[in-house]
């Protein structure tokens, strides 16, 4: 049976069953005769951990406006660890960021929020990545 309803040059389908915050591939064609065309598509996220994913895409791809947009919608982002359990904090002083790291401190990220496992805070991981800009950073911001 098709999973496609056709109203004119709109298509809309339902797919059951798939996992938010997750990328798909699909292959369409318009009729028996057409050949298929592969196309993308995306689920929602519908769990803390599914928005997580979007905040660790904002901050790797160094997108303030969409880190900004995130956090106004949701503040509680700034400090949710993402599946590596780490916080945005810290992934963005992993790829070496001042710029995202000072963004995330501005939107009200907690600069002594310690990882899940590790126990280690921002500042602990910026000294030991070598970050010296972002550990001096953090010891402005407050730091204890």
Known sequence: APICSSRGPKCHAHVPRLAPATCYRFRLRGDASAQWR?????????????????MTRAVKLANSALIRKL?????????VPNKEHKTPIVQALEAGDLGVVQLLVTLGADVNQ???????????????RGALPVAQFLIDKGRR
Do not use: K
């Not at 310690?114 to 030991?128: D, E, K, W």
């Open 38 to 54: 592969p196309f993308r598509a995306a689920t929602e996220p519908s769990s803390p951990q599914g928005a997580a994913l979007h």
């Open 71 to 79: 956090a106004l919608h949701s503040p509680r982002l700034l400090n």
């Open 114 to 128: 310690p990882q899940l496992f590790s126990g280690r805070t921002p500042l602990m991981v910026a000294l030991y």
